[in-house]
């Protein structure tokens, strides 16, 4: 498939420079080697159409894709009491280990499946707050060589694998122009703290048919976050980039699924009942849907990934005690716990080279409490 994927990628772009190669042999690891590389300079990428084209979608998974969003959906509305779990790594980095994952994430969804929804997170870009790895979209060789041609190719391959898998996807949508490579796969996405004031990103968020969580913003502040999915409900038209990569005046419909995901800032956490309430009210006095997500990692854990499973807890105490707002949360979870810097040629296999997850013990115990719980 990667043979066949990188004839797609230099048919297209017919530049002898965009190399598909994993690697840059003898490459600075650190991320700052890009300050070396010309100030300035464009390579050509395959279309969205192409990619598209060259891994498609078939009408089962099209149909399985559909049904996933569906029973997101439904949580969202309050037609099904099951508890929304998005669950996965900070970052892919490593498809191998992502796909392990994701087997054993299947496996575990079926036995829980009559209290939990589980949907994979398989986050490839990655947000930051100054400067750092992207993601394995941007650079999947992990050393700054940035072959997003092949990014590109390998994230929509394993989005797609882990969808017909029966793994209903979850993705953070960072770069707007990145959204069609992915977007007919995914179930759910979010919108994270650093572009929930965006406008470009509320009008992406306004033309997708997966549902979308708004995080707080990243000092706690929720009103980005209530007026994001104010704007997201909207139809909006809004400059874009078509499927063949030409730009078009987009007329999105509006997306009703949007709700609002608690992360905590600035090390205070909002996952607890009083400051629950709080948000409620507030989305209440806004005329919007009252369901909020917990994400247990971040400012909730005070990035201690160690204390996801506390938040989880309390979650789900809350929920015991009636509250059917919280109809969701997110854990951040790889085979193995903790984190590791990004050096290629040291990695571990399955810990997570961004934020620190727990383990997949862990993650497969507190998940099966939460399924007893919820009895
Ligand atoms: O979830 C991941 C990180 O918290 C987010 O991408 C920011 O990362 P950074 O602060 O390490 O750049
Ligand atoms: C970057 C993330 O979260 P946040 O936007 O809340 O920082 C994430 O969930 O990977």
Redesign the pocket.
Known sequence: MFIALSELIMNTVALPELKTSTCRENAPINIDCRASAPASSELVLPTPRELREHLPVDPALSRRIAEQREAVRAVLEGRDERLLVVVGP??VHDPRAAREYAERLAGLASRVSDRLLLVMRV?VE???????WKGLAYDPGLDGSDDMAYGLALSRELLRDIAAQGLPLATELLQPMVAPYFDDLLSWVAI?A?TTESQVHRELASGLEAAVGFKNGTDGGIQVAIDAMRAAAHGHRHFAVDLDGRPVMRQTPGNPHAHLVLRGGHGAPNYQADKVAVCRHALEAAGLSPAMMVDC??ANSR?DHRRQGEVLLDVLNQRLQGNRDLIGVML?SHLFEGRQPLNPQALRYGVSV??ACIGWEMTEHLLTVAAERLK
Do not use: A, L, M
Request: with cysteine; proline share 6%.
């Open positions: 900070c970052s986050y990655k947000p930051r707050t100054t400067v750092g994270g650093r990692s971040h990035k951040e961004t934020d």
